[in-house]
């Protein structure tokens, strides 16, 4: 393997699906093996694992149903391990870790404990880098299967913890940044540690996140996520056919588009492209000569309309007071609250006596949680009103706020439908609006048709 100017250095990020089984990693290996300037890899847990691991995590199970879900679990590891040569050493440190995850999953405390939670689910990216370093060496890949936790540094937010950049960059750069002339690191996304050393979790999907961050702290001039489609999409493929691969994307585009539901990218994975100016590449490792989206500062073309998202399970909160009308200072109360527990609010309109808004809420998600105390605080001196099974659509593009016609054509295209809630002119690249969830895949068709076909 030949040595590269760290000058071009490539950060790449495979997903779950992506090192899912051995077939499917040995793509991947052959995508690092082909560019020379990929010195660091971040993957996820092989497919379905954090899924599992957060069943463990989140529900009241027996032990019976725990070590069931241990079992499915070792399954999809030892299909992978048992296809890899002289695979002694990796089985010996693959049964270390499931050993302290079965620790973890039959510990009482489990379910109360946020950072108990937080080391379970940090073992799905801890067996899937040890198994895919071994998948690389095998090809003859130098690669070192090393511990992300060593580098990257959070608060103590346990399930939603916030990066400390400064830390990584020091942490990188004194750790990493010495042995990338001749060594590629496979590491883990998603995960991170505490300034006490505790494990931590950057929030579901957050492997892109991490992959960005490291690339950002490396000084990397280009980050690939590599991922089971063959791009950005004008819309998620899964909700019509008729959707098409984008050619490019700007960051702002491409932030606004995982901010409101665009699955392939983990919402805060544009913040660091877009600090450093680092080009950011999504493709499919199955498919690789298919090309992909480059995620670029300036973009050939700035179209009005770009992409639809689709954000599931939202929930509309109305609060209202009497008092409002000469209450100054309502508002900052309520967004107070609001920014106490961390979340944040996407759609707000307001009235003479009231504020409504839309908060995220994935089921058994640390949002959840949060909202529940929030809404809690706040009906101490207002009335709360609750409004659940809501998905929001989004329509996002460039200048939409100032040419004309923008809004009639999306307008136009959901003219059937009820939108309970619109959001349009605070930036140029969105109009969201809030619809039934039974109908968002017919909202996302019809606009995708009325915009695109
Ligand atoms: P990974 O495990 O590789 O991180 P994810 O499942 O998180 O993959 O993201 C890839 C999925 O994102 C795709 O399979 C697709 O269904 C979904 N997705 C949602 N919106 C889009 C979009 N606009 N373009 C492409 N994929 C999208
Ligand atoms: N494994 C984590 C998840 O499933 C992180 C990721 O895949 O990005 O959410
Ligand atoms: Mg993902």
């Not at 939108?419 to 968002?440: D, E, F, K, Q, T």
């Amino acid at each position: 393997m030949s040595n590269i100017e760290l000058n071009s250095l490539n950060v790449a990020k495979f997903g779950g699906t992506s090192v899912a089984n051995f077939a499917a990693m040995q793509n991947c290996a052959n995508i690092i093996k082909n560019n020379p300037n990929t010195r660091v890899v971040v993957v996820s847990a092989s497919a379905g694992v954090t899924n599992l691991l957060v069943d463990i995590a989140h529900t009241a199970m027996s032990k019976d149903q725990i070590k069931q879900k241990l079992v499915e679990i070792k399954t999809i590891q030892y299909a992978i391990l048992n296809e890899l040569a002289n695979s002694e050493e990796v089985a010996e440190k693959l049964e270390s870790l499931l050993a302290s995850l079965t620790d973890l999953a039959l510990h009482e405390e489990i379910i109360h404990s946020a950072d108990l939670k937080d080391s379970l689910l940090s073992h799905g990216e801890r067996m899937s880098s040890l198994l895919f370093s071994a998948v690389l060496k095998q090809i003859d890949v130098n690669a070192e299967n090393f511990d992300v936790r060593n580098v990257l540094k959070t608060d103590s937010e346990f399930g939603k913890a916030t990066p400390q950049l400064e830390a990584i960059k020091a942490a990188a750069e004194q750790i990493m940044l010495p042995s990338l002339v001749n060594t590629v690191f496979v590491t883990q996304g998603f995960i991170g540690s505490d300034e006490q050393g505790n494990t931590t979790t950057l929030g579901r999907g957050g492997s892109d996140f991490t992959a960005a961050l490291l690339a950002e702290a490396l000084g990397a001039i280009s980050c690939e996520i590599w991922t089971d489609v063959i791009g950005v999409y004008t819309t998620d493929p899964r909700i019509t056919d008729a959707a098409r691969p984008l050619p490019e994307l700007s960051f702002e585009e491409a932030a606004e588009m995982a901010t409101f539901g665009a699955k392939v990218l983990h919402p805060a994975t544009m913040e660091p492209a877009l600090r450093q100016d680092i080009k950011v590449f999504v493709g499919s490792s199955r498919e690789p000569e298919k090309g992909g989206t480059w995620i670029v500062r300036d973009c050939e073309t700035e179209p009005a309309y770009r992409a639809i998202t689709r954000r599931k399970e939202q929930v509309m909160v109305t609060v209202k007071t009497p008092k409002m009308m000469y209450a100054q200072g309502f508002l900052q109360k309520v967004f107070t609250i609001i920014a106490k527990h961390k979340l944040s609010v996407d759609l707000v309109t307001t009235s003479e006596i009231s504020v409504a808004f839309t908060l995220d809420n994935p089921a058994n998600s640390v949002v959840e949680q949060l909202n529940r105390a929030t809404l809690e605080e706040l009906s101490q001196f207002c009335d709360v009103l609750v409004e659940d099974n809501y998905d929001l659509v989004t329509v996002v593009g460039n200048n939409m706020h100032s040419e004309a016609g923008v809004s009639n054509r999306i307008f136009d295209a959901v003219a059937e439908y009820n939108l309970r809630m619109i959001c349009y002119g605070a930036n140029p690249h969105n109009l969201s609006l809030l619809v039934n969830a039974s109908a968002s895949n017919d909202v996302v068709t019809s606009l995708h048709k009325a915009l695109f076909e």
